[in-house]
Protein backbone atom coordinates (compact mmCIF):
# COMPACT_ATOMS: atom_id res chain seq x y z
CA UNK A 1 0.00 0.00 0.00
CA UNK A 2 3.24 2.20 0.98
CA UNK A 3 6.19 3.33 -0.81
CA UNK A 4 8.79 0.99 0.38
CA UNK A 5 11.26 4.23 0.71
CA UNK A 6 8.51 5.59 3.04
CA UNK A 7 8.19 2.82 5.15
CA UNK A 8 12.22 2.59 5.64
CA UNK A 9 12.59 6.12 6.47
CA UNK A 10 9.36 5.63 8.86
CA UNK A 11 11.17 2.91 10.67
CA UNK A 12 14.44 4.85 11.06
CA UNK A 13 12.61 7.93 12.33
CA UNK A 14 10.92 5.54 14.68
CA UNK A 15 14.21 4.07 15.92
CA UNK A 16 15.68 7.75 15.75
CA UNK A 17 12.66 9.18 18.19
CA UNK A 18 12.75 6.06 20.29
CA UNK A 19 16.66 6.40 21.37
CA UNK A 20 16.84 9.71 21.19
CA UNK A 21 14.10 10.04 23.91
CA UNK A 22 15.96 7.44 26.18
CA UNK A 23 19.39 9.19 25.96
CA UNK A 24 17.05 12.36 26.93
CA UNK A 25 15.62 10.27 29.86
CA UNK A 26 18.69 9.23 30.78
CA UNK A 27 20.49 12.14 30.79
CA UNK A 28 18.67 13.91 33.14
CA UNK A 29 17.96 11.87 35.66
CA UNK A 30 22.14 11.19 36.02
CA UNK A 31 22.26 14.54 35.58
CA UNK A 32 22.35 15.30 39.85
CA UNK A 33 25.28 13.17 39.91
CA UNK A 34 27.12 14.29 36.67
CA UNK A 35 26.61 18.02 36.60
CA UNK A 36 29.91 19.55 37.67
CA UNK A 37 31.25 17.14 34.15
CA UNK A 38 28.76 17.97 32.28
CA UNK A 39 29.67 21.83 32.91
CA UNK A 40 33.03 21.33 32.61
CA UNK A 41 32.44 19.33 29.21
CA UNK A 42 30.58 22.60 27.76
CA UNK A 43 33.44 25.01 29.19
CA UNK A 44 36.01 23.17 27.57
CA UNK A 45 34.66 23.42 24.07
CA UNK A 46 33.69 26.62 24.61
CA UNK A 47 36.56 27.74 25.69
CA UNK A 48 38.92 25.92 23.25
CA UNK A 49 39.17 28.80 20.22
CA UNK A 50 40.97 31.36 23.23
CA UNK A 51 42.84 28.15 24.18
CA UNK A 52 44.52 28.10 20.61
CA UNK A 53 45.03 31.46 20.20
CA UNK A 54 46.90 32.12 23.91
CA UNK A 55 48.92 28.61 22.48
CA UNK A 56 49.77 29.95 19.61
CA UNK A 57 49.83 33.79 20.68
CA UNK A 58 52.18 32.89 23.58
CA UNK A 59 54.37 29.60 22.09
CA UNK A 60 53.72 27.61 25.31
CA UNK A 61 52.41 23.68 26.14
CA UNK A 62 48.92 23.12 25.70
CA UNK A 63 48.92 21.83 29.77
CA UNK A 64 49.82 25.89 30.33
CA UNK A 65 47.43 27.12 27.66
CA UNK A 66 44.89 25.82 29.02
CA UNK A 67 45.36 26.06 32.71
CA UNK A 68 45.80 29.82 31.62
CA UNK A 69 42.41 29.52 30.09
CA UNK A 70 40.68 27.85 32.81
CA UNK A 71 41.53 30.27 35.37
CA UNK A 72 41.00 33.10 33.31
CA UNK A 73 37.57 31.96 32.11
CA UNK A 74 36.58 31.23 36.08
CA UNK A 75 37.84 34.20 37.14
CA UNK A 76 35.63 36.10 35.13
CA UNK A 77 32.60 34.11 35.85
CA UNK A 78 33.15 34.31 39.53
CA UNK A 79 33.57 37.90 39.49
CA UNK A 80 29.68 38.39 37.55
CA UNK A 81 27.59 35.46 39.61
CA UNK A 82 29.29 37.42 42.73
CA UNK A 83 28.30 40.58 42.19
CA UNK A 84 24.96 39.65 40.91
CA UNK A 85 24.36 37.26 43.80
CA UNK A 86 25.41 40.46 46.01
CA UNK A 87 22.98 42.56 44.37
CA UNK A 88 19.77 40.05 44.38
CA UNK A 89 20.62 38.77 47.94
CA UNK A 90 20.57 42.61 49.30
CA UNK A 91 16.86 42.93 47.39
CA UNK A 92 15.67 39.64 48.12
CA UNK A 93 16.05 40.68 52.04
CA UNK A 94 14.49 43.58 51.96
CA UNK A 95 11.61 42.87 49.64
CA UNK A 96 10.74 39.64 51.47
CA UNK A 97 10.53 42.18 54.89
CA UNK A 98 8.62 44.46 52.59
CA UNK A 99 6.29 42.44 51.22
CA UNK A 100 2.46 42.74 52.76
CA UNK A 101 0.42 40.72 54.38
CA UNK A 102 -2.48 38.87 52.14
CA UNK A 103 -4.98 40.26 54.70
CA UNK A 104 -3.68 43.58 54.04
CA UNK A 105 -3.75 42.99 50.05
CA UNK A 106 -7.35 41.71 50.42
CA UNK A 107 -8.02 45.02 52.44
CA UNK A 108 -6.83 47.23 49.41
CA UNK A 109 -8.72 45.01 47.22
CA UNK A 110 -12.33 45.36 48.65
CA UNK A 111 -11.27 49.39 48.61
CA UNK A 112 -10.67 49.22 45.09
CA UNK A 113 -14.21 47.15 44.34
CA UNK A 114 -16.27 49.57 46.32
CA UNK A 115 -14.52 52.68 45.02
CA UNK A 116 -14.82 50.66 41.32
CA UNK A 117 -18.86 50.05 42.48
CA UNK A 118 -19.16 54.08 43.18
CA UNK A 119 -17.42 55.06 39.68
CA UNK A 120 -19.72 52.29 37.36
CA UNK A 121 -22.72 53.12 39.39
CA UNK A 122 -24.57 50.51 41.90
CA UNK A 123 -23.37 47.53 40.87
CA UNK A 124 -24.89 43.97 41.38
CA UNK A 125 -23.16 42.76 44.83
CA UNK A 126 -22.58 39.45 43.23
CA UNK A 127 -20.29 40.55 40.54
CA UNK A 128 -18.14 42.55 43.05
CA UNK A 129 -18.26 39.58 45.08
CA UNK A 130 -16.88 37.35 42.81
CA UNK A 131 -14.17 40.30 41.79
CA UNK A 132 -13.16 40.65 45.35
CA UNK A 133 -12.25 36.62 45.03
CA UNK A 134 -11.07 36.60 41.96
CA UNK A 135 -8.42 39.44 42.33
CA UNK A 136 -7.79 37.83 45.93
CA UNK A 137 -6.48 34.43 44.83
CA UNK A 138 -4.65 36.11 41.57
CA UNK A 139 -2.57 37.97 44.33
CA UNK A 140 -2.49 35.41 46.60
CA UNK A 141 -1.13 32.96 44.13
CA UNK A 142 1.22 36.19 42.47
CA UNK A 143 2.60 36.39 46.52
CA UNK A 144 3.68 32.84 46.59
CA UNK A 145 5.14 32.16 43.57
CA UNK A 146 7.19 35.41 44.72
CA UNK A 147 7.85 34.56 47.93
CA UNK A 148 9.09 30.91 46.54
CA UNK A 149 11.77 32.78 44.80
CA UNK A 150 13.07 34.84 46.79
CA UNK A 151 13.44 32.06 49.26
CA UNK A 152 14.99 29.69 46.61
CA UNK A 153 17.24 32.80 45.82
CA UNK A 154 18.13 33.07 49.51
CA UNK A 155 18.75 28.80 50.08
CA UNK A 156 20.92 28.85 46.97
CA UNK A 157 23.35 31.50 49.27
CA UNK A 158 23.13 29.33 51.70
CA UNK A 159 24.37 26.52 49.96
CA UNK A 160 27.60 28.46 49.10
CA UNK A 161 29.80 25.69 50.15
CA UNK A 162 28.49 22.83 48.36
CA UNK A 163 28.25 24.97 45.38
CA UNK A 164 31.71 26.09 45.89
CA UNK A 165 32.53 22.13 45.84
CA UNK A 166 30.76 22.00 42.71
CA UNK A 167 32.51 24.97 41.18
CA UNK A 168 36.04 23.55 42.50
CA UNK A 169 35.59 20.32 40.66
CA UNK A 170 33.92 21.89 37.69
CA UNK A 171 36.75 24.01 37.58
CA UNK A 172 39.76 20.65 37.65
CA UNK A 173 37.11 18.87 34.66
CA UNK A 174 37.11 21.90 32.79
CA UNK A 175 40.96 22.03 32.86
CA UNK A 176 41.82 18.02 32.40
CA UNK A 177 39.14 18.35 29.41
CA UNK A 178 40.46 21.33 28.11
CA UNK A 179 43.91 19.96 28.23
CA UNK A 180 43.20 16.33 26.80
CA UNK A 181 40.56 17.34 24.42
CA UNK A 182 42.79 16.35 21.29
CA UNK A 183 43.06 12.97 22.94
CA UNK A 184 39.58 12.50 23.56
CA UNK A 185 38.79 12.97 19.96
CA UNK A 186 41.55 10.78 18.56
CA UNK A 187 39.61 8.20 21.15
CA UNK A 188 36.48 8.68 20.02
CA UNK A 189 36.93 8.83 16.48
CA UNK A 190 39.10 5.75 16.32
CA UNK A 191 36.20 3.23 16.99
CA UNK A 192 34.67 4.25 13.45
CA UNK A 193 36.17 3.35 9.75
CA UNK A 194 37.40 6.57 7.86
CA UNK A 195 34.21 6.84 6.06
CA UNK A 196 32.11 6.81 9.34
CA UNK A 197 34.72 9.02 11.00
CA UNK A 198 33.91 11.72 8.57
CA UNK A 199 30.36 10.91 9.15
CA UNK A 200 30.63 11.42 12.66
CA UNK A 201 32.52 14.44 12.16
CA UNK A 202 29.85 16.38 10.08
CA UNK A 203 27.36 15.26 12.52
CA UNK A 204 28.99 16.07 15.61
CA UNK A 205 29.90 19.23 13.82
CA UNK A 206 26.26 20.31 12.78
CA UNK A 207 24.76 18.95 16.16
CA UNK A 208 27.33 21.98 17.69
CA UNK A 209 26.73 24.36 15.31
CA UNK A 210 22.95 24.21 15.95
CA UNK A 211 22.68 23.77 19.72
CA UNK A 212 25.38 26.80 20.02
CA UNK A 213 23.03 28.78 17.69
CA UNK A 214 19.80 27.61 19.61
CA UNK A 215 21.35 28.51 23.26
CA UNK A 216 22.85 31.85 21.88
CA UNK A 217 18.91 32.66 20.40
CA UNK A 218 17.19 31.84 22.98
CA UNK A 219 19.99 33.34 25.64
CA UNK A 220 19.27 36.34 23.24
CA UNK A 221 15.62 36.70 23.90
CA UNK A 222 15.90 36.19 27.90
CA UNK A 223 18.63 39.14 27.97
CA UNK A 224 16.76 41.31 25.76
CA UNK A 225 13.73 40.76 28.01
CA UNK A 226 15.73 41.70 31.45
CA UNK A 227 17.14 44.55 29.93
CA UNK A 228 14.03 46.00 28.50
CA UNK A 229 12.57 45.39 31.99
CA UNK A 230 15.70 47.00 34.06
CA UNK A 231 15.89 49.92 31.66
CA UNK A 232 11.75 50.56 31.94
CA UNK A 233 11.53 49.89 35.44
CA UNK A 234 14.63 51.86 36.16
CA UNK A 235 13.12 54.72 34.33
CA UNK A 236 9.48 54.32 36.36
CA UNK A 237 11.74 54.33 39.24
CA UNK A 238 10.49 50.97 40.66
CA UNK A 239 11.85 49.96 43.58
CA UNK A 240 13.72 46.39 43.52
CA UNK A 241 14.18 46.88 39.71
CA UNK A 242 17.25 44.27 38.93
CA UNK A 243 15.54 41.40 41.61
CA UNK A 244 12.09 42.19 39.26
CA UNK A 245 13.90 42.19 35.81
CA UNK A 246 15.45 38.55 36.70
CA UNK A 247 12.03 36.91 37.64
CA UNK A 248 10.20 38.50 34.72
CA UNK A 249 13.38 37.47 32.39
CA UNK A 250 13.05 33.75 34.13
CA UNK A 251 9.16 33.83 33.90
CA UNK A 252 9.24 34.98 30.31
CA UNK A 253 9.76 30.90 29.23
CA UNK A 254 6.18 30.35 30.99
CA UNK A 255 3.67 29.93 27.48
CA UNK A 256 0.83 32.35 27.66
CA UNK A 257 1.55 34.18 31.37
CA UNK A 258 5.44 34.94 30.85
CA UNK A 259 6.78 38.44 32.12
CA UNK A 260 2.93 39.46 32.77
CA UNK A 261 3.04 37.32 36.04
CA UNK A 262 5.62 39.92 37.48
CA UNK A 263 4.04 43.07 35.36
CA UNK A 264 0.56 42.68 36.34
CA UNK A 265 0.35 42.29 40.24
CA UNK A 266 3.20 44.82 40.21
CA UNK A 267 0.54 47.51 38.02
CA UNK A 268 -2.12 46.38 40.37
CA UNK A 269 0.24 47.58 43.30
CA UNK A 270 0.80 51.25 41.89
CA UNK A 271 -2.96 51.82 41.04
CA UNK A 272 -4.03 50.81 44.41
CA UNK A 273 -1.60 52.65 46.16
CA UNK A 274 -2.53 55.52 43.68
CA UNK A 275 0.52 56.21 41.64
CA UNK A 276 -1.56 55.86 38.19
CA UNK A 277 1.50 57.15 36.22
CA UNK A 278 3.87 54.35 37.30
CA UNK A 279 0.85 52.17 36.77
CA UNK A 280 0.30 53.00 33.42
CA UNK A 281 3.81 52.99 32.19
CA UNK A 282 4.68 49.26 33.27
CA UNK A 283 1.27 48.13 31.26
CA UNK A 284 3.10 50.01 28.43
CA UNK A 285 6.24 48.89 28.72
CA UNK A 286 4.77 45.13 29.26
CA UNK A 287 3.19 45.59 25.77
CA UNK A 288 6.51 46.36 24.03
CA UNK A 289 8.19 43.62 25.79
CA UNK A 290 5.40 41.19 24.21
CA UNK A 291 5.26 42.46 20.92
CA UNK A 292 9.64 42.40 20.84
CA UNK A 293 9.27 39.23 21.95
CA UNK A 294 6.75 37.93 19.50
CA UNK A 295 8.63 39.45 16.89
CA UNK A 296 12.49 38.54 18.02
CA UNK A 297 11.90 34.75 19.06
CA UNK A 298 10.59 32.84 16.28
CA UNK A 299 12.93 34.71 14.07
CA UNK A 300 16.18 34.33 15.60
CA UNK A 301 15.76 31.07 16.82
CA UNK A 302 14.16 29.64 13.59
CA UNK A 303 16.94 31.57 11.96
CA UNK A 304 19.58 30.35 14.28
CA UNK A 305 18.78 26.70 13.60
CA UNK A 306 17.34 26.92 10.18
CA UNK A 307 13.95 25.40 11.26
CA UNK A 308 10.52 26.92 10.44
CA UNK A 309 9.16 29.53 12.97
CA UNK A 310 5.96 27.34 13.28
CA UNK A 311 7.76 24.45 14.28
CA UNK A 312 9.81 26.33 17.15
CA UNK A 313 6.61 27.71 18.18
CA UNK A 314 5.02 24.25 18.25
CA UNK A 315 8.51 22.71 20.33
CA UNK A 316 7.88 25.51 22.63
CA UNK A 317 4.16 26.05 23.90
CA UNK A 318 3.18 21.65 23.43
CA UNK A 319 6.66 21.33 25.57
CA UNK A 320 5.92 24.26 28.33
CA UNK A 321 2.55 22.61 28.28
CA UNK A 322 3.49 19.11 28.78
CA UNK A 323 6.04 18.65 31.06
CA UNK A 324 7.26 22.43 31.52
CA UNK A 325 10.90 23.73 30.36
CA UNK A 326 12.07 20.19 30.55
CA UNK A 327 9.61 19.37 28.01
CA UNK A 328 10.56 22.31 25.82
CA UNK A 329 14.21 21.31 25.85
CA UNK A 330 13.68 18.02 25.15
CA UNK A 331 11.17 19.01 21.73
CA UNK A 332 13.45 21.47 20.40
CA UNK A 333 16.44 19.29 20.59
CA UNK A 334 14.26 16.39 18.87
CA UNK A 335 13.97 18.60 16.38
CA UNK A 336 17.56 19.95 16.31
CA UNK A 337 18.94 16.99 16.36
CA UNK A 338 16.29 15.28 13.63
CA UNK A 339 17.22 18.25 11.20
CA UNK A 340 20.97 17.18 12.17
CA UNK A 341 20.20 13.34 11.08
CA UNK A 342 18.06 15.13 7.67
CA UNK A 343 21.08 17.00 6.42
CA UNK A 344 24.09 14.57 6.48
CA UNK A 345 21.26 11.79 5.28
CA UNK A 346 21.20 9.61 8.00
CA UNK A 347 17.34 9.77 7.61
Not at 18 to 31: G, N, P, W
Not at 82 to 89: G, H, R, Y
Not at 235 to 249: H, N, R, V, W
Amino acid sequence: MFDQLFISKLKKTGIFFAVFTAIYVLFFLTLPYTLPFVLAFVLALWIKPLNRYIQRKMKISNGISSLITTILVFTVILVIISVILFKITNEAILLITKIPNIEVIKDYIKELTHEASKIFGQLDPTILEKTYQYLSAMMNNVLNVLIKILNSILSFVLKVPSVLMIGFITFLATYFFSKDMSFFNQNFYSIFSPQGKRRMENVIKQAISMITGYIKAFCTVILITFVETLIGFSILGIEYALILSFTASFMDVLPIVGVSIVYIPLAIYYFIIGNTFVAVGIMVLLAIVTVVRQIVEPKLVSTSLDIHPIMILAAIFIGLKVYGFIGMIYLIALIIFYKILVKVKAL
